[in-house]
């Protein structure tokens, strides 16, 4: 069974940083490419980046490109988001998702971030 | 980016009800696209993909269909378990694939 757990999130203030983890398990980890999509509050779903399975190939919605980067562990089956220079329009739930390849067909319970003073 | 745009953006309907959920891709997306439901305190679950392929798991009363830029989900006889709210995103863009903005399916 495929397994997602997200963490990491919590309260910053604006222009601070935070870094989420995805722990994965159930399936063979670095053969799919991974997501961070995300959901502010009573909002829609943003897709916000994604990694490909050997990590050397990345995306980056606009409006984080230059403030957020997606890495990823295949020897510990774990994906992360380093988040700096947060703003509050970042305040959201971030789900990581596991990729097949183009959509997402397993999703993590969320981490809620919270940018505020 | 493609842009999705979803109708309704809300819907109330009875157990039972035939329902469509309407998706309307800003280019031509060749089926690349996907269907999600998301219950609350839930992550999205995935229903569909490639338009019409039905995800291992999901009820058959749920359907998808569409060519081009327009494409539909049906559920065709609506359970009290379907209450939620239903995401169509695109992938042709990919990686740039991108989301409707959601219809809110409530009971009537």
């Known amino acids: 069974e495929v397994q997602l757990l997200d963490s990491g999130g919590g309260l910053v203030q604006p222009g601070g940083s935070l870094r989420l983890s995805c722990a994965a398990s159930g399936f063979p980890f670095g053969n799919y490419a991974m997501s961070w999509v995300r959901q502010p509050p009573g909002k829609g779903l943003e897709l916000v980046s994604t990694?490909?399975?050997?990590?050397?190939?990345?995306y980056y919605a606009d409006s984080v490109k230059g403030r957020f980067t997606i890495s990823r562990d295949n020897s510990k089956s774990a994906l992360f988001l380093q988040m700096n220079n947060l703003r509050a329009e970042d305040t959201a739930l971030y789900y990581c998702a596991k990729d097949r390849p183009a959509f997402s067909d397993s999703w993590g319970q969320g981490t809620l971030v919270t940018v505020s003073s | 980016d493609i842009q999705m745009t979803q109708s309704p953006s809300s819907l109330s309907a009875s157990v039972g009800d035939r329902v469509t959920i309407t998706c309307r891709a800003s280019?031509?997306?060749?089926?690349?696209l996907a269907w999600y439901q998301q219950k609350p305190g839930e992550p999205p679950k995935l229903l569909l993909y490639a338009a019409s392929i039905l995800e291992s798991g999901v009820p058959s009363r749920f359907s998808g269909s569409g060519s081009g830029t327009d494409y539909t989900l049906t559920i065709s006889s609506l359970q009290p378990e379907d209450f939620a709210t239903y995401y169509c995103q695109q992938y042709y863009g990919t990686p740039a694939a991108t989301f409707g903005q959601g219809t809110k399916l409530e009971i009537k």
């Open positions: 280019q031509g997306i060749n089926y690349s």
């Open positions: 990694i490909s399975g050997s990590g050397d190939s990345t």
